[in-house]
T-cell receptor, first 116, second 113 residues
Framework: GAVVSQHPSRVICKSGTSVKIECRSLDFQATTMFWYRQFPKQSLMLMATSNEGSKATYEQGVEKDKFLINHASLTLSTLTVTSAHPEDSSFYIC????????????FGPGTRLTVT | AQSVTQPDIHITVSEGASLELRCNYSYGATPYLFWYVQSPGQGLQLLLKYFSGDTLVQGIKGFEAEFKRSQSSFNLRKPSVHWSDAAEYFCAVGGPRDYKLSFGAGTTVTVRA
């Protein structure tokens, strides 16, 4: 149990377009989901915390108008990169915290975004 | 503020040899500690976690870690590594009410035949 999926696994888009990434908890309900960004050979950087039915909380330095997060249900959160630029190219990973669970996060497989 | 330091950027170990990865944390209260493993281009898999109780915790794939409060450490060990253990390893810290995790920079493990 505790499987998290992401879709798509890889996406290439042109500069100026928007891209939506989905994060789903497949076999559990997730009150809270997290979005991370990872640059090559580096650690995960938390971008935002997403709570079902409420606005996401963004980390300092993350543009909320550029990285739109929606957590419409207990099993789905989406990250939309708006007006993407080459510097937005990165590996985006989501995680989900099971409702009622102490503090264990289950991670998705990641989405590789390349902006050309 | 919470933070994690993984002093070793890269470790090379022979197959069958023992492995120890260091992790030091900074946290204002009782920490929740985690070790994750990441294969290239993949997400993170939880190896083990410490919330409370026995300070020596067993995880998957033959890994164990020991919580030492006096040293603010949570080092990961494996007695005998396999070639499939080559990956990136991340230590993370969080708390009972702060669901955010802070990750270390990671340690890359290379296994030589």
């Amino acid at each position: 149990g505790a499987v998290v999926s992401q879709h798509p696994s890889r996406v290439i888009c042109k500069s100026g377009t928007s891209v939506k990434i989905e994060c789903r908890s497949l076999d559990f309900q997730a009150t809270t989901m997290f979005w991370y960004r990872q640059f090559p050979k580096q650690s995960l950087m938390l971008m935002a915390t997403s709570n079902e039915g409420s606005k996401a909380t963004y980390e300092q330095g993350v543009e909320k108008d550029k990285f739109l997060i929606n957590h419409a249900s207990l099993t789905l959160s989406t990250l939309t990169v708006t007006s993407a630029h080459p510097e937005d190219s990165s590996f985006y990973i989501c995680s989900a915290r099971r409702t009622g669970n102490l503090n264990e996060q289950y991670f998705g497989p990641g989405t590789r975004l390349t902006v050309t | 503020a919470q933070s994690v330091t993984q002093p070793d950027i890269h470790i090379t170990v022979s197959e069958g040899a023992s492995l120890e990865l260091r992790c030091n944390y900074s946290y204002g209260a009782t920490p929740y500690l985690f070790w994750y493993v990441q294969s290239p281009g993949q997400g993170l898999q939880l190896l083990l976690k410490y919330f409370s109780g026995d300070t020596l915790v067993q995880g998957i794939k033959g890994f164990e870690a020991e919580f030492k409060r006096s040293q603010s450490s949570f080092n990961l060990r494996k007695p005998s590594v396999h070639w499939s253990d080559a990956a990136e390893y991340f230590c993370a810290v969080g708390g009972p009410r702060d669901y955010k995790l802070s990750f270390g920079a990671g340690t890359t493990v290379t296994v030589r035949a």
